[in-house]
């Protein structure tokens, strides 16, 4: 599923009355969520799943290219662990 089509199931789901209502919502989920995490905080929605912000350390890899040694520095990234609803729904 593409942001159109998510737009238009919030659309029909939530009752609004337009597709720019609809686009509106999800963006502004989507962006909430991009700032809480942004500031380092958990979301989390029970029954879904929960986003937080993971540190990866400093390590050393191998360019598979040369097989020289390189250092890979260390950073921050975005996870996602799925509720149990959401698995129960997939399953």
């Not at 919502?25 to 809480?36: C, E, N, Q, R």
């Not at 879904?48 to 350390?57: E, H, I, L, Q, W």
């Amino acid at each position: 599923m593409k942001k159109p089509e998510l737009i238009e199931q919030v659309q029909s789901a939530a009752g609004l009355a337009t597709k720019r209502d609809a686009e509106a919502a999800v963006d502004a989920v989507f962006d909430t969520i991009a700032k809480a995490m942004s500031r380092g905080e958990e979301v989390a929605m029970p029954g879904f799943g929960t986003f937080k912000v993971s540190k990866r350390a400093a390590r050393q890899g191998i360019n598979p290219r040369t097989g020289e040694k390189i250092q890979i520095a260390a950073k921050t990234v975005p996870k996602f662990s799925a509720g149990k609803g959401l698995k129960d729904a997939v399953a």
